[in-house]
């Protein structure tokens, strides 16, 4: 199954976990998502034995964290941050590292199939993951040990993470839209690519944006750059010109202006 196809059946992206490894699958030997499916249900069907009886959410998130965290030793990779191995479900299971979304889609996925109603938390340069409970959202750092974020320590993470260009408020601290966890996951990895210049995977990548994200211009125009330093300049333009049906660009219409007459 394709992006596309996976689309097309699930455009909500109820199965957060099937939709991040189609998200990648060009990163993919075999894109098949059932055996990383499968281990995400193995552990969770471990994890069901230790949850605490009489019901303790606090218990319960301890015994998904130590399962996670010291018995798996998941852990963010500090190291090799950019590796595109990091966005990479699969692979991430397999390594027992990556970057903050790629863990936190495992623990909401782990979290979801224990029944806790677990989310993605989007913050300008960092990804969390939460629990939605009946006093408020819980939001945990996956790349962290699954320890605990509030607001203090969400503003810190967001001053670090955009070296203090961006200003942190407690309306950042909100549920994401599987759809968009996907986008962003793809996005991370096109921005990479387009700072290492791998034109050829910007345009998989671009491509794959398009289709989690059909009204957004800019993976179009992403893709069009791509293009042109693959000297594909028809490609290139045709991308241009769909982006401007959908948000129009003065400087983008100058800029298709310049390809014609090159």
Not at 96 to 125: Q, T
Not at 170 to 189: K, T, Y
Request: proline residues 7%; negative net charge.
């Amino acid at each position: 199954m394709s992006l596309h196809e996976f689309l097309q059946a699930d455009p909500e992206c109820r199965s957060l976990a099937e939709g991040a490894v189609q998200a990648v699958s060009p990163l993919l030997p075999d894109p098949d998502p059932r055996e990383t499916l499968e281990q995400l249900e193995a552990w969770a069907f471990d994890l069901a034995a230790r949850m605490p009886l009489p019901w303790n959410l606090h218990q319960a998130l301890d015994e998904v964290n130590g399962y996670l965290f010291r018995d798996l030793e998941f852990r963010g990779d500090a190291q090799s941050y950019d590796d595109p191995a990091n966005a990479v479900l699969p692979f991430v299971i397999h390594r027992r590292r990556g970057l903050p979304i790629a863990l936190s889609i495992l623990w909401i996925e782990v979290g979801r199939r224990l029944g806790l109603d677990a989310v993605g938390i989007g913050l300008p340069g960092h990804f969390l993951a939460g629990l939605r409970t009946d006093l408020g959202l819980l939001c945990f750092d996956p790349f962290h040990q699954g320890r605990a974020v509030g607001e203090e320590e969400a503003a810190r993470l967001v001053s670090v993470a955009t070296r203090g260009q961006v200003v942190f408020h407690p309306g950042m601290l909100v549920a994401m839209p599987h759809r968009g966890i996907l986008a962003r996951l793809v996005r991370n990895l096109c921005v990479r690519y387009q700072r290492t210049e791998a034109w050829t995977e910007v345009i998989w990548s671009a491509t794959h944006l398009t289709l989690l994200e059909p009204d957004n211009p800019e993976p179009l125009r992403d893709r069009a750059r791509a293009h042109l330093r693959l000297g594909n300049r028809h490609q290139a333009l045709h991308d241009l010109e769909t982006a401007q049906s959908l948000v129009p660009d003065p400087l983008v219409a100058e800029w298709m202006e310049g390809l014609r007459k090159g």
